[in-house]
């Protein structure tokens, strides 16, 4: 079945730095691409969604200056946390849908968890 | 590895009915249990999510159930609309997300 690779699964870096989260498509082509995080005991929430070849759409409250997305080929997306802080401490979790649209379902990756010191 | 287990597959009733949703997981071993709506095209949206030192939780017409010692969950959805047509998704997360296949639901006017 389609497969979605997220890397890593898991980072603890120092405040301040700069995180790159990626997430691949393996065995199909994605259009769209859908960013989500979860804070420790609350639910996953749409954070953005990255379309290929053109700038994501953010959702409300999430800053896109500091959540970089790319998605510059049809199997990758990135998201990169910029001068992370440890509010950002959280799980981040990619989706993909395969380039065929229609009601195509969305397939995820197993999820970044990360942790800021 | 957790395996998640969705039933039925797909679902079609009659505006107005109450339904209800399964989901079954294999390692007992979770943080919580979620439960989500996938509208076609469209990013998640997570409709209720129950700890796992919890056993329900509700909000509107819906309420999910938990019981962690037999491994399921339920989500019951009262007097459905059109608008309810979706693909409800459950998720247990352990260390990580492990999704269901989903149910696709229609709801006929």
């Known amino acids: 079945g389609a497969v979605v690779s997220q890397h890593p699964s898991r980072v603890i870096c120092k405040s301040g730095t700069s995180v790159k989260i990626e997430c691949r498509s393996l065995?199909?082509?994605?259009?769209?691409m859908f960013w989500y995080r979860q804070f420790p005991k609350q639910s996953l929430m749409l954070m953005a969604t990255?379309?290929?070849?053109?700038?994501?759409?953010?959702e409300q409250g999430v800053e896109k200056d500091k959540f970089l997305i790319n998605h510059a080929s049809l199997t990758l997306s990135t998201l990169t946390v910029t001068s992370a802080h440890p509010e950002d401490s959280s799980f981040y979790i990619c989706?993909?849908?395969?380039?065929?649209?229609?009601?195509?379902?969305?397939?995820f990756g197993d999820g970044t968890r990360l942790s800021i010191l | 590895k957790q395996e998640v287990t969705q039933i039925p597959a797909a679902l079609s009733v009659p505006e107005g009915e109450n339904l209800v949703l399964n989901c079954s997981f294999t390692?007992?071993?979770?943080?919580?249990l979620q439960w989500f709506r996938q509208d076609p095209g469209k990013g998640l949206t997570s409709l209720l999510l129950?700890?796992?030192?919890?056993r329900e939780q509700t909000s509107g017409r819906l309420n999910a159930s938990l019981d962690k010692s037999s491994g399921r969950s339920t989500l019951y959805i009262a007097a459905s609309q059109p608008g309810d047509s979706a693909t409800y998704l459950c998720?247990?997360?352990?260390?990580?997300?492990?999704f269901g296949t989903g149910t696709s639901l229609t709801v006929i006017p």
């Open positions: 065995d199909f082509q994605a259009t769209t």
């Open positions: 989706s993909a849908r395969d380039r065929q649209g229609g009601n195509q379902p969305q397939h």
């Open positions: 390692d007992s071993a979770i943080y919580n």
């Open positions: 129950i700890q796992s030192s919890q």
């Open positions: 998720a247990a997360t352990g260390n990580q997300f492990y």
């Open positions: 990255s379309n290929e070849g053109s700038k994501a759409t953010y």
